[in-house]
Each structure stands twice: as structure tokens, then as C-alpha cells.
Nanobody, 121 residues
Framework: QVQFVESGGGLVQPGGSLRLSCAVS????????MHWYRQAPGKQRELVAT???????NYADAAKGRFTISRDNAKNTVYLQLNDLAPEDTAAYYC???????????????WGKGTQVTVSS
């Protein structure tokens, strides 16, 4: 069974920082591309950042210059460093990844349960 464990969310003041993490666990798996999404109340879920297994990254315009996605392939963990946070960044942040079963090569997309980021004075 593949499991995502997300952490790092919390309440911060505007201008503050948080570091989110998402660890993927499971037997006989290989984690492919990984993403961070977010969903604010009353809004649709949106893609924030993407990172390939080799470390190639892409960011939403709202994230560029403030957020950094990274990964540790040995730990099957993806991170999202959130800097200069604003109230508009308040949302549930979700880890998402394509995970392959090594034996079969079957690729399945998984979602984490989300971690809440709240930016408020």
C-alpha cells in the first residue's frame, strides 16, 4: 500500500515561511514526477509546483520567486519551501505523485491528504 505523509503546515504571519514535506512510502515502488497543489476555500485546486525525478522544476506564476520545490529521491520525499507568505497563500496544500510498481511498471497517481497553511495577522 502506498502512503503519503504530509507535514509542515501551520499558522504564520504575512511574510513568514514554512517548509512542507511529503514522504511517500511503499514496497517495491519508484516515485516519478511529483507535484504540490493547493486549494483555498471557495476556489478550485490549483497546481503550485512540479519536480521531475531528475530535479527539473516548474512553478505557477503565483509561486515563482517565493516557493521552491525539491526532492530527496533516497527518501522518496518532496518538499515545498514557502517564503514571503501572503494571506492569499492560505490553502490546503496537497502532495501528488505518479508512483510506479517496480515489478510491473504500472504507474498510478496518488494524492496526499493535505496540510493546511494559514497566513494571517
Amino acid at each position: 500500500q502506498v502512503q503519503f505523509v504530509e507535514s509542515g503546515g501551520g499558522l504564520v504571519q504575512p511574510g513568514g515561511s514554512l517548509r512542507l514535506s511529503c514522504a511517500v512510502s511503499g514496497n517495491g515502488i519508484r516515485v516519478n514526477i511529483m507535484h504540490w497543489y493547493r486549494q483555498a476555500p471557495g476556489k478550485q485546486r490549483e497546481l503550485v509546483a512540479t519536480i521531475s525525478p531528475s530535479g527539473t522544476t516548474n512553478y505557477a506564476d503565483a509561486a515563482k520567486g517565493r516557493f521552491t520545490i525539491s526532492r530527496d529521491n533516497a527518501k522518496n520525499t518532496v518538499y515545498l519551501q514557502l517564503n514571503d507568505l501572503a494571506p492569499e497563500d492560505t490553502a490546503a496544500y496537497y502532495c501528488n505523485a505518479d508512483v510506479a510498481a517496480i515489478a510491473s511498471g504500472t504507474l498510478v497517481n496518488y494524492w496526499g491528504k493535505g496540510t493546511q497553511v494559514t497566513v494571517s495577522s
